[in-house]
């Protein structure tokens, strides 16, 4: 704007008052009589409320963009909380399975260390009467595995000889004759 001398419009001081509504009485006087300095007063004035205006929706939209991305975050915190609570949850459980397997495999140890001890059998009448018994019992297997051998290395079963003799004669014939 074109400044007129001071005594004409308002100076620069009185009109920065008149803009932030701190008009002193002279230069509201002025504003009454003056249509170009009300006029000017008026376009700053819009401008500044269009500039304010701006930034507000500027603020808006990164308030928006702000509000998503932390929304974003918070949902990607959850889940990172959740995905450690189900990891030291596997934890635990890893640890307590791990510990009853050791338990349980580590628990017949004592029983073999005394199985390699050397073990020393009082004689009493049951125990010889046992081994006895257990002496027969493997000779008796034993000549039964010898007749299983034998029969066996036979191939045929001596009560079926004879009709093991009339099949290979009768093979024989047939073949003689041009048969089958």
């Known amino acids: 704007m074109e400044r007129l001398p001071s005594d004409r419009h308002l100076d620069d001081p009185a009109f920065l008052s008149a803009l932030a509504d701190d008009v002193p009485t002279e230069a509201a006087a002025h504003l009454e009589r003056c249509a170009s300095c009300r006029r000017e007063l008026t376009r700053f004035r819009a401008a500044i409320t269009a500039h304010r205006e701006s930034l507000d929706g500027v603020a808006e939209r990164a308030e928006g963009r702000l509000g998503a991305e932390r929304q974003a975050?918070?949902?990607?915190?959850?889940?990172?909380?959740?995905?450690?609570?189900?990891?030291?949850?596997?934890?635990?459980?890893?640890?307590?399975?791990?510990?009853?397997?050791?338990?349980?495999?580590?628990?017949?140890?004592?029983?073999?260390?005394?199985?390699?001890?050397?073990h020393t059998m009082r004689e009493t009448p049951l125990a010889t009467a046992t081994l006895a018994s257990a002496a027969a019992s493997a000779a008796s297997d034993a000549d039964l595995l010898r007749r299983a051998e034998s029969a066996v290395e036979r191939g045929t079963p001596a009560a079926l000889a004879p009709v093991e003799a009339l099949l290979d004669e009768l093979g024989a014939a047939t073949s003689r004759e041009g048969g089958v």
């Open 73 to 118: 975050i918070r949902v990607r915190w959850n889940a990172e909380a959740g995905r450690q609570r189900r990891l030291r949850a596997l934890t635990w459980a890893t640890t307590a399975t791990a510990a009853l397997l050791a338990v349980a495999i580590g628990h017949p140890w004592w029983r073999v260390e005394r199985l390699r001890e050397p």
